[in-house]
């Protein structure tokens, strides 16, 4: 779903910029907030952190600096997961 989710942001975006931040970045932060050190969200099964770094990477896209500042805004630990997958992802596409 969350892969899902990072498409339409790249689809949506320039059409409708603020309704996509307003909904699709309390989701990023959500995820970010709770997701563990392994990768899985607490209750949940499997791993997350591939789909969070493709939304993460969908939304710096349309965002750019925008994001990361949007971030500063949120708990530190948020902030640094970004940060993590950001540069996790850019590193992949290497």
Excluded: C
Excluded at 11 to 32: C, D, G, I, S
């Amino acid at each position: 779903m969350t892969e899902k989710l990072a498409d339409i942001v790249m689809e949506l975006y320039q059409r409708k910029p603020h309704a996509t931040e307003q909904k699709v970045l309390v989701v990023l932060w959500h995820l970010l907030g709770n997701m563990t050190n392994s990768g899985s969200l607490p209750g949940a099964g499997g791993n997350i952190r591939t789909a969070t770094a493709k939304l993460s990477k969908a939304l710096f896209a349309q965002m750019g600096q925008n994001l990361l500042n949007q971030a500063a805004s949120q708990p530190p630990h948020i902030k640094k997961s970004l940060e993590e997958l950001l540069n996790m992802t850019i590193l992949n596409e290497l």
